[in-house]
């Protein structure tokens, strides 16, 4: 979760984790099985982490892997909790991105930035400080999530901080513009598109803003969490075999898996 969404519901800690999360996870969790077995020793940077969430869930499928896990909007308070309840762990919190970079001995596997690059108005710049970073060889996977469509741009994004959203033509360009190739692009999250066009419309007709984020107030129980992240589950593996027959299909976010370049 977005530290903005975690400090909006008053706790310092989730307790009703959001389906579409929970989907992401595994999504980002299938992305990298295709290219690390779960018992390999990887070093992952999670930059812009949140609460955590995404390495404390992918710690369980890569045992063996270490996580340095940044975000700016660590306060003193939050970095205790986590310092705290990570020791003797393989996650590690930071505020600063060169402090965890600076602990880390070997090869970085992977760099997740998972729904972070629509939060950073200089995107270029910053993809340019990332490629830059020790550790970081030609063999680390960037693995990047963004928001799709800057048509589909709403208050839910105001309030996030977003100052856009990508396609895969422009995520693509701003990689390369950054230094990197594309190894893998694409959509996911189809199922999510149609109620996201529906509240696009209710914006402009009517002028009806959420005032809230979907994950700073989700309150369902578990079993219709259970059944809505089964539902995004699927719908990210559908549309992976619509990929492998060569048709790509659109959804509400986008992906890419990247490389330096030469």
Not at 28 to 48: C, P, Y
Not at 59 to 67: A, I
Not at 254 to 259: F, L, R, V
């Amino acid at each position: 979760m977005d530290l903005v969404e975690l400090k909006a519901t008053g706790k310092i800690e989730n307790e009703n984790r959001h389906p579409w999360e929970q989907a992401r996870s595994v999504f980002v969790a299938n992305q990298i099985r295709k290219r690390f077995k779960s018992d390999e020793a990887m070093t992952i940077l999670d930059i812009g982490c949140g609460d955590t969430y995404v390495a404390e869930t992918l710690l369980k499928d890569f045992p063996n892997s270490k996580f340095y896990c940044i975000d700016i909007a660590f306060t003193p308070e939050l970095m205790a909790h986590y310092t705290e309840k990570y020791k003797d762990t393989n996650i590690f919190v930071y505020t600063d991105m060169n402090d965890a970079v600076a602990d880390i001995e070997n090869e970085i596997s992977f760099i997740l930035l998972l729904d972070v690059v629509e939060h950073i108005e200089e995107d270029v710049s910053f993809l340019k400080q990332v490629h830059q970073l020790n550790h970081v060889t030609k063999n680390t996977n960037l693995f990047i999530t963004v928001p799709a469509f800057q048509s589909l741009f709403t208050n839910h994004d105001t309030l996030l901080g977003h100052y856009r959203r990508y396609t895969n033509v422009n995520l693509k360009r701003t990689l390369k513009t950054a230094g990197f190739k594309s190894d893998s692009l694409g959509y996911f999250f189809t199922s999510l598109l149609l109620p996201r066009i529906l509240e696009k419309a209710k914006e402009r007709m009517f002028g009806i803003k959420n005032d809230s984020t979907d994950l700073s107030v989700w309150d369902k129980g578990e079993g219709v969490t259970s059944m809505v992240k089964n539902v995004l589950v699927l719908d990210t593996k559908i549309t992976a075999i619509f990929e492998k027959l060569g048709i790509k299909i659109i959804g509400l976010s986008n992906y890419i898996i990247c490389k330096k370049g030469l």
